[in-house]
């Protein structure tokens, strides 16, 4: 069995690409083989790079912050680089269209649509779905393994167009209770919350892939946005425990001395 995977795998987002991972993991674990589809978003292909490309006011901060801190920022750019090419088995070629995944299609018994919020609307530029993330590109069998809408309904006007790319799949299960009520309110199926993908590894298999520890107590703290309001509150965590706080913000990190 040779099952194709299709999700967000290239974003330079800790989240997005452990996902990925952990999903083609959970694949390759059952016996089958597993391949990611190496598909990008086409406003994304040839974009990626440490200092923003924009012209506003934001990326202008971004990038002048970038500058200050640009040997950081470039190990970091480069290690999501590096864990793509070394842990992930992609197809051999890059697709950015549906039009390219169905003129030559990855080589694959069965479609899976994996986890993070490749059903969302609201996240692609135009505002409606992505039909390469319903496997709309080729007619062979679709399963999907705890994918998210991100959005608690459906835009007004869109249901009829889900309804259509759900009902070419022969199982679903959704990440979260609000993707389940979403899928029944459109399709009638009933369908089951599973477990996020990284959760299906072992503590054994993340110790495998880890770098070594760091050494010595601290606080780690993980906020999916900035951290905004919390920032206040993680300051005086650390002033009041006297440990360093390791904050992950998506997609930086900061470092709170103690």
């Keep these: 069995m040779r099952a194709g995977l299709i999700t967000f795998h290239f974003a330079h987002h800790y989240g997005a690409q452990l996902q990925a991972y952990a999903t083609m993991r959970a ?7 597993c391949q990611i589809i190496d598909y990008r978003l086409p406003h994304t292909v040839g974009t990626k790079r440490v200092f923003k490309s924009g012209r506003s006011v934001r990326d ?22 590096d864990f793509v090419a070394r842990e992930m088995a992609l197809t051999p070629r890059q697709y950015s269209s549906a039009r390219e995944l169905a003129a ?21 530029p135009d505002g ?18 705890a994918p998210s809408f991100g959005v608690p309904h459906i835009p007004e006007g869109m249901e009829e167009e889900l309804n259509g790319y759900l009902d070419r799949f022969s199982h679903i299960a959704v990440r979260e209770r609000q993707g389940r ?16 993908p990284t959760l299906l590894l072992t503590a054994e298999d993340w110790a495998a892939l880890a770098a070594p ?13 900035p951290s905004g309001a919390l920032e206040p509150y ?6 009041e425990t006297g440990l360093p706080v390791v904050q992950l913000c998506g997609t930086r990190r900061k470092l709170h001395p103690k």
């Design 181 to 196: 009520n979403i899928v029944r309110d459109v399709t009638g199926r009933d369908v089951p919350v599973v477990l996020d």
């Design 128 to 145: 409606r779905f992505d039909p390469v993330f319903f496997g709309s590109f080729s007619p062979l069998r679709k399963i999907a393994y």
């Design 104 to 124: 030559e299609p990855p080589d694959c018994d069965v479609f899976l649509a994996g986890s993070d919020q490749i059903w969302n609307p609201v996240i692609f």
């Design 27 to 33: 694949v390759q674990a059952l016996g089958a083989e």
């Design 234 to 239: 993680i300051r005086r965590l650390a002033q």
């Design 213 to 225: 520890p760091v050494r010595g107590a601290y606080i780690l703290c993980y906020c999916i946005a």
């Design 60 to 81: 202008l901060a971004s990038n002048g912050h970038t500058a200050l801190h640009y040997p950081a920022f470039q190990r970091r750019f480069q290690r999501f680089e």
